[in-house]
């Protein structure tokens, strides 16, 4: 599905784009006057965890649950985790910051990488470490992935990279391509 035909939820629609009309995520570096997608920038990546503003719009989330796409290995192990009656609670930390529900959705199905379990990663991280160690040019995304909600977050602003950690698993929305989301972004959409 093409990125123009996803409905953009109004605060995703305000976002500056790039050339081809994608809207830049609220974390996005620019570099030159280029978003550099797949990268994060820190200092905008630490305002949103600290003032509990979506990584993708740049607005408030309300108290209670916060969303995010997770790939193939996090996915697999939530629906392993469902499955067997366990809860889930990812212990490792991420650089990727929470969002509002829509966004998130619109998200999985608009950017390539996430959208397509064969997508393959454009640029690598800059200054790997052991957590973005993985995220090289040509990387593919894998099997499957998810839009998951989580009952909250905890975060950690270190001198040199944001953290996070999601509690509580509320909802679990897996999916092989982004487009499976099409319906539930319309609907949350309506639900304004």
């Known amino acids: 599905m093409r990125f123009d035909a996803v409905p953009m939820p109004p605060a995703v629609a305000a976002r500056p784009r790039d050339p081809r009309g ?6 996005t570096p620019w570099h ?13 990546s630490a305002d949103c965890a600290r003032g ?4 993708v719009c740049d607005v408030l989330i309300p108290r209670g649950p ?18 067997a009656g366990r809860p889930y609670r990812n212990m490792a930390p991420t650089p990727e910051g929470p969002g509002h529900r829509a966004c998130m959705l619109y998200a999985a ?5 996430l959208a397509r379990p064969n997508a393959r990663r454009g640029t690598d ?3 790997p470490d052991a957590m973005t160690a993985h995220v090289v040019r040509g990387a593919v995304r894998g099997d499957s992935g998810a839009v998951v909600g989580y009952g ?20 679990f929305l897996p999916h092989d391509t982004g487009d499976a989301h ?7 959409l309506d639900r304004g």
Request: proline residues 7%.
């Open 66 to 83: 916060v969303w995010r796409v997770v790939g193939a290995t996090e996915s697999a192990a939530i629906a392993a985790a469902r499955a």
């Open 32 to 44: 030159d006057g280029q978003p550099q997608f797949a990268l994060t920038d820190y200092g905008r």
């Open 182 to 188: 099409l319906a539930e972004l319309r609907a949350e």
């Open 125 to 127: 991280a800059r200054a």
């Open 22 to 27: 994608y809207p830049v995520p609220a974390i």
């Open 52 to 55: 509990r503003l979506c990584s």
């Open 152 to 171: 909250d977050y905890e975060f950690a602003v270190t001198p040199t990279q944001v953290l996070f950690r999601f509690l509580d698993v509320v909802e």
């Open 109 to 113: 199905m608009v950017c390539p990488y």
